[in-house]
T-cell receptor, first 111, second 111 residues
Framework: DTGVSQDPRHKITKRGQNVTFRCDPI?????LYWYRQTLGQGPEFLTY????????KSRLLSDRFSAERPKGSFSTLEIQRTEQGDSAMYLC?????????FGPGTRLLVL | RKEVEQDPGPFNVPEGATVAFNCTYS??????FFWYRQDCRKEPKLLMS???SGNEDGRFTAQLNRASQYISLLIRDSKLSDSATYLC????????????FGSGTRLQVQP
């Protein structure tokens, strides 16, 4: 499968714990995006990388959230001190031009 | 006011019906427009891009009215497999790469 992959697909954690998600984009895509989606809503943009540079961050991305793409390939999204409001689907997308292709998402539940 | 607004539905239609979805966007500087389809608990997948001249892909027709800041999607001869949530998506500015999603319109095609 040469699409966007994400790991883990599901994560249950207790409030206050840290979690880290991984995204592997389509191999030739230099752009990578993170979005968050809650029930009944469309995805909301979190952050964007071009190669290894993080070029844009949403105001939704609080200080507890950090994203990296150290070698311009895979990316990680870490949430520190999780809160119940962080429960959502975290989607990664990649693109080489205009069209963004989404991975299957990581569904996070914070208890 | 939301940046991209859609009627959440659900639209319940019989097989073979024609159904139309509408979407409005608030940022007149928006540059690119798309319809994505999202199945329950799955990632969004690009259905089609939307061009000023309108475009058609099989049973699907998309239209853009820049003056009214309005996008539409028409589905002819609905199939059971068309049941999904249809997300209206806007790229607001060529300087930004983030996509802005509507909350989606749910379609249920019934036998």
């Amino acid at each position: 499968d040469t699409g966007v992959s994400q790991d883990p697909r599901h994560k249950i954690t207790k409030r206050g714990q840290n979690v880290t998600f991984r995204c592997d984009p389509i191999s030739e895509h230099n752009r990578l995006y993170w979005y968050r989606q809650t029930l009944g809503q469309g995805p909301e943009f979190l952050t964007y990388f071009q190669n290894e540079a993080q070029l844009e961050k949403s105001r939704l991305l609080s200080d507890r959230f950090s994203a990296e793409r150290p070698k311009g390939s895979f990316s990680t999204l870490e949430i520190q001190r999780t809160e119940q409001g962080d429960s959502a689907m975290y989607l990664c997308a990649s693109s080489s031009q205009e069209t963004q292709y989404f991975g299957p998402g990581t569904r996070l539940l914070v208890l | 006011r939301k940046e991209v607004e859609q009627d959440p539905g659900p639209f319940n239609v019989p097989e073979g019906a024609t159904v139309a979805f509408n979407c409005t966007y608030s940022n007149s500087a928006s540059q690119s427009f798309f319809w994505y389809r999202q199945d329950c608990r799955k990632e969004p997948k690009l259905l089609m891009s939307v061009y000023s001249s309108g475009n058609e892909d099989g049973r699907f027709t998309a239209q853009l009215n820049r003056a009214s800041q309005y996008i539409s999607l028409l589905i002819r001869d609905s199939k059971l497999s068309d049941s999904a949530t249809y997300l209206c998506v806007v790229n607001e500015d060529t300087g930004r790469r983030a996509l802005t999603f509507g909350s989606g319109t749910r379609l249920q095609v019934q036998p």
